[in-house]
């Protein structure tokens, strides 16, 4: 009989889960997951951190303004995988800022930023074919980045496609189409946009002619710092807009 029941317990014991052992096992799990987990944090905000010194640089808010310091910021976050800071490396590229001017350089990092939905990057890719700088010049696939980046809501790249449209650049040169387009950008607060809508009017371009209409256009786009639009208006009323201030 004590044999028996010795043999009961030896068998209960042996069933019993080893708690301490599966504990071991899960913090080393953790262990070798958390480091990259926080490390991958860390350079988010390290990313995040640079990009914001660089477009402090690039502005001169509360720093003077240095292209080159902004530049070697920008790099740093970009590097980490920052789509704006890819985006604002790729501009700078396109205008020399701090840099001597090079399409190509530019156009990498804006496709870099592109492939992240940077839907600035995706207009100035589209702007790129469509002026030929770096590339050669491709309405169409200007055209299919516009859309890509208008359908991601941006206000440059509608006004963009009005250009094309205007313009028959690509498409059959449309008035009307290129006028939605204007609108859907002007609606955005583009003054590009409005500067366009009110060429449109003053000139009447598949609308009727209506000068006050057109005057009205402008003056939204001058007030937004426009400096066209501030022409627009001299030209027809002898009227200068006062300076708009932008950094």
């Keep these: 009989m004590k044999c028996w029941v010795f043999r009961i317990f030896l068998l209960l014991v042996l069933m019993v889960p080893e708690t301490g052992k599966c504990r071991s096992i899960q913090s080393e799990v953790l262990s070798t997951e958390m480091p990259d987990r926080r490390s991958a944090d860390a350079d988010r905000e390290d990313a995040e951190g640079a990009y914001r010194t660089g477009m402090s640089y690039y502005y001169g808010h509360k720093v003077d303004r240095d292209y080159v310091e902004a530049m070697k910021w920008l790099r740093l976050s970009a590097e980490k995988g920052n789509d704006a800071a890819q985006y604002g490396l790729g501009f700078m590229y396109q205008k020399g800022q701090g840099v001597d001017q090079n399409y190509g350089e530019a156009m990498k990092w804006y496709r870099r930023s592109a492939e992240k939905?940077?839907?600035?990057?995706?207009?100035?890719?589209?702007?790129?074919?469509?002026?030929?700088?770096?590339?050669?010049?491709?309405?169409?696939?200007?055209?299919?980045?516009?859309?890509?980046?208008?359908?991601?809501?941006?206000?440059?790249?509608?006004?963009?496609?009005?250009?094309?449209?205007?313009?028959?650049?690509?498409?059959?040169?449309?008035?009307?189409?290129?006028?939605?387009?204007?609108?859907?950008?002007?609606?955005?607060?583009?003054?590009?946009?409005?500067?366009?809508?009110?060429?449109?009017?003053?000139?009447?371009?598949?609308?009727?002619?209506?000068?006050?209409k057109s005057m009205k256009w402008y003056r939204s786009a001058a007030a937004k710092g426009n400096e066209e639009a501030r022409e627009k208006i001299a030209c027809l009323t002898g009227e200068r807009m006062p300076e708009t201030h932008r950094d």
């Design 117 to 212: 939905g940077n839907s600035n990057a995706q207009n100035q890719i589209g702007y790129m074919y469509h002026h030929g700088w770096g590339v050669n010049t491709d309405y169409g696939e200007a055209m299919k980045w516009y859309r890509l980046s208008a359908g991601n809501g941006n206000p440059a790249a509608e006004d963009n496609i009005g250009v094309l449209y205007e313009h028959g650049q690509g498409v059959k040169q449309d008035y009307a189409e290129a006028m939605r387009w204007y609108r859907i950008s002007a609606a955005k607060g583009n003054g590009e946009a409005e500067l366009n809508i009110g060429n449109f009017y003053q000139h009447g371009l598949g609308v009727e002619r209506d000068l006050n």
